[in-house]
Nanobody, 129 residues
C-alpha cells in the first residue's frame, strides 16, 4: 500500500487547511487510517484516526473539536480538516494505514504508531502567528 499525503502549506493562526491522503490499497475499506504529526526533535504524535467504514473516529485531546477526520472509500482517500489552527499545530503531518480496518475500538490502539503498517511521506503544515 502506498500513501500520498498532500494539502500542507502555510496559513495564519485561526485559519484552516485540509489535508488529503490518497491510498493505493485495492480494498481501501480494509484499512483503518490515522494522522500523526511530528516536529523537530520530538516523537511522532497521534492526531486522529478513522475506522475502515468511517463510522468510528478518535482524536487526540489537543485537536478534538478543531480537526475532523473523514474518508471517501470510493476515492481511497482520507482527509483531515483542520480549523482554528495555531502555531502549536505547526508540524509535518503523516498519514498511516492499519490492516485493522474492521476494528472499531479505535481508542484502545489507534493512537500507537506501531499499530500502523504503512506510512505516507509527510506534508508540512506551518501556522504563523
Amino acid at each position: 500500500v502506498q500513501l500520498q499525503a498532500s494539502g500542507g502549506g502555510t496559513v495564519q493562526a485561526g485559519g484552516s487547511l485540509r489535508l488529503s491522503c490518497a491510498a493505493s490499497a485495492r480494498i481501501f475499506q480494509d484499512y483503518a487510517m490515522g494522522w500523526f504529526r511530528q516536529t523537530p526533535g520530538k516523537e511522532r504524535a497521534f492526531v486522529a484516526s478513522i475506522s475502515g467504514t468511517g463510522r468510528s473516529t478518535y482524536y487526540s485531546a489537543s485537536v478534538k473539536g478543531r480537526f475532523t477526520i473523514s474518508r471517501d472509500n470510493s476515492k481511497s482517500t482520507v482527509y483531515l480538516q483542520m480549523n482554528s489552527l495555531g502555531p502549536e499545530d505547526t508540524a509535518v503531518y503523516f498519514c498511516a494505514a492499519s490492516i485493522r480496518g474492521l476494528a472499531t475500538a479505535l481508542r484502545a490502539w489507534s493512537h500507537q504508531g506501531s499499530a500502523y503498517d504503512y506510512w505516507g511521506q509527510g506534508t508540512q503544515v506551518t501556522v504563523s502567528s
